[in-house]
């Protein structure tokens, strides 16, 4: 029993070192990696902002279950009853209540979330639209438009914002909240309620915005496009906030002014941008890495274990 008690211990005291060193560089680094991806296709930046906040969660928890539990269970002698240390103790606790915060986060998001939108939705009707996703013409006071759900998304519409677009502003809005299903925005949103982390809020600010500018690239392919779409995002931010939207949903007036105006004007400058370089071979340069690195590992396993584990039981003491 205090075996495992020890080594429940040891492993979620790792994971909290860990997951708080590396988002505390991911606090003082963020900035210059967005600074360097501006080079870049802005839904790169999105993909690469994304990773980069989720990176101490994955990190951490790839480290304490290849390295720190193995290193435990086969080096530690199960004959010696040690107690647990309290380092080790309080560390846990705090890993405790760190998972417990962020699930209780997510829980919370996702319950009010489902309420809000089921009262938005209880007099919904269906509309023919052409989108790959349900489109929800909606009569209560509601967001103007807003794709909620995540297994089974839906895209609601005011009858207010349907009202003052025309046919072309309304088809590339909709383009717009269907990309942000099919790159599962809403999704990403409940797993960033799973990594609070103090300081970190610029991050997934930028990361909201990288989104919306990554959805308005994918819902226009022409100049006559991209004006319908900045045309749509004036209508609906002159309605003003029907009702504000939820985090876990993905709305297309979403943000403070500076941000849809943003928006606005990089719109109006479709085809006038330059095109961003493409790195070639970017993919394979990404696998050939980490092939080496999985290799490394694999040849280097054992010695690692056991440095682990030297390093476990320092914290022990």
């Known amino acids: 029993m205090m075996f495992a008690a020890r080594g429940i211990a040891i492993s979620f005291s790792v994971f909290v070192i860990v997951y708080c060193a590396l988002s505390l560089v991911v606090c003082f680094t963020w900035r210059k990696v967005w600074r360097w991806g501006q080079r870049h296709p802005v839904r790169r930046r999105a993909d690469w902002l994304f990773i980069l906040r989720m990176s101490p969660l994955v990190t951490a928890g790839l480290i304490t279950t290849a390295f720190t539990v193995p290193s435990f269970l086969l080096l530690e002698p199960r004959a010696i009853d040690e107690p647990v240390g309290r380092i080790p103790l309080v560390l846990s606790l705090c890993g405790v209540a760190l998972g417990m915060l962020g699930v209780g986060n997510a829980v919370k998001a996702a319950r009010e979330a489902a309420r809000r939108v089921a009262v938005w939705a209880s007099d919904a009707q269906a509309m023919e639209s052409g989108a790959s996703v349900p489109v ?16 089974r998304p839906i895209v609601l519409l005011s009858s207010t914002a349907e009202s003052v677009l025309t046919a072309g502003e309304l088809q590339t809005a909709l383009s717009h909240e269907v990309e942000h299903v099919r790159r599962w925005d809403n999704l990403r949103k409940l797993l960033l309620r799973l990594v609070a982390f103090p300081g970190l809020g610029g991050l997934e600010a930028a990361w909201l915005e990288a989104s919306e500018m990554a959805a308005d690239d994918a819902a226009v392919s022409n100049p006559a496009e991209a004006l319908d779409l900045a045309a749509a995002l004036v209508k609906l931010a ?43 071979h970017s993919l394979w340069y990404g696998l050939s890495a980490a092939l080496a690195t999985v290799t490394m590992f694999a040849v280097t396993y054992t010695q690692l274990l056991v440095r682990v584990h030297t390093a476990t039981e320092w914290l022990v003491r």
């Not at 929800?136 to 995540?150: D, E, Y």
């Not at 979403?254 to 370089?277: C, D, F, K, S, T």
């Open 238 to 280: 002159r309605l003003g906030p029907l009702e504000a939207p939820l985090d876990l949903t993905a709305s297309i007036v979403h943000g403070p002014a500076p941000i849809i105006n943003a928006r606005v004007e990089r719109l109006l400058a479709w085809g006038e941008r330059q095109p961003v370089q493409r790195q070639r």
């Open 136 to 151: 929800l013409r909606v009569s209560r006071v509601a967001p103007a438009m807003t794709a909620a759900g995540i297994l």
